[in-house]
DNA sequence: ACCAGGTCTTTTACTCGTAAAAGATGCTCG
DNA sequence: CGAGCATCTTTTACGAGTAAAAGACCTGGT
């Protein structure tokens, strides 16, 4: 996760490498946050699913401890890593990849110009990605960038018409696409994953939460 | 992001880009799943999470589309970013990445020698990132590996005296990092969230769930 | 005025992961 | 038996992201 995202989504912002891309996660430290047991296993019902098994080979290995935290955290791993897997099939036919429809989604949501730093933030993303990214999408035609006349040192980046049909063209499917990918969800979960997430969200955000380069 | 894990971490398995994110999530598309909204923003009160402004913003321009898919799945997104910054300070310590973690984990949970495709499937991740990492833990002296007297394409794996001393040391560590950076969700929300979190990961699994490479 | 220090952005050097091709075996079937 | 195909792993080529340094520009104090 990377962390990338920028909203239909679900949410937030920019990419990231869940990003991550793992996104994922860059060189950082490495727990185990939830391998897999793609392995036979043995359950075949429905309702298993591949952190229970890895949590259960632990536990059979540490008795002792607890791995209640595994529980969340790994599958909140998992389910980002399938979610952006199998939610950017409308991105990839519009040409798009998430860091870049983040960053057009960006100023598409915000309305107004923004310069590459309050994109990179906007975005969780570091100022040389958005630097590589914004060249590349002016080179397509989707941003346009001036400087800014009161201080030279700052850049204000803009939706081209372009652009801003991109993401108007784009946006309705992929939220659809969401949508279909969270059916099969029950309207009661549904309704009570938002509110949790978002308590733990803050929670995380309270703190700093190491800050982009 | 992306996305690996191992367990500690909650979960599931290898990384992912996410990311591996993300980043993240590799180049795949890049549908909005979140971003996030850093900028001042009004409200001072806690419960407020950026997902939720960005939220607020895309309903504003697109007043006719339903935006709940994004406080769900932009959550995860973002929570999986951070926790992957937040969870790995016990691996950093033991100089490990979540990757190679999530390599020597799939080892010690299973508890048994592993082929290379094994440690992929295990992991998440592509057969040749298990290849150099198991590259680069074999020099540290972390794994050894033998060829199978059966069939000479298979390599097997296994942990040496090192590296499972490396993952004894490092696990309560990392459960207990992940404790503390759950603490301070309710009681409630932490028992509520793990099933719907199974419920979704099983949804999600269900699908073929574009195996890798 | 000048200069030390800070801000904003881009560039550079590097790491990591992937996809696709290459190598090396094993296996089946005529 | 051996040709052709499948399987397992590694190698190659490349794209993306990061951290840190470099550039360019403001600003406040003296």
Redesign the interface.
Known sequence: ???????????????????????????????????????GEGAPG???????E??R??R???PG??????????????????????????????G???????LL??L????RELTPG?LA????SSGAAVTKRLKQLGARGLVERRGDPRDRRVARVRLTGAGQEAVDG???A??A???A??S???GA??G???P????????????P??PRT
Chains 1, 2 share one sequence.
């Open positions: 996760m990377r962390a990338t995202e920028d909203l239909p989504a679900g949410g937030g912002g920019p990419a990231e490498g869940a990003r991550r891309a793992d996104d994922g996660t860059p060189a950082g430290e490495a727990l185990p946050a939830g391998a897999g047991v793609p392995t429905a309702g298993q699913d591949t952190v229970a890895v949590v080979q632990w059979a290995v540490y401890l607890d791995t209640g935290p595994m529980e969340i955290i790994g599958r909140i791993n998992r389910c980002a890593a399938l979610l952006q897997q199998a939610e950017d099939a409308p991105l990839g036919r519009a798009l990849t998430r860091p870049e429809f983040d989604g960006a598409r949501r915000t309305g309050e933030r906007e975005t969780f784009v946006m309705p992929q939220l696409h969401e949508s990918v969270l099969g969800l029950g979960a549904r009570e994953l938002a949790l997430l978002a308590e733990l969200l803050g929670r995380l955000e309270g703190r939460g190491t």
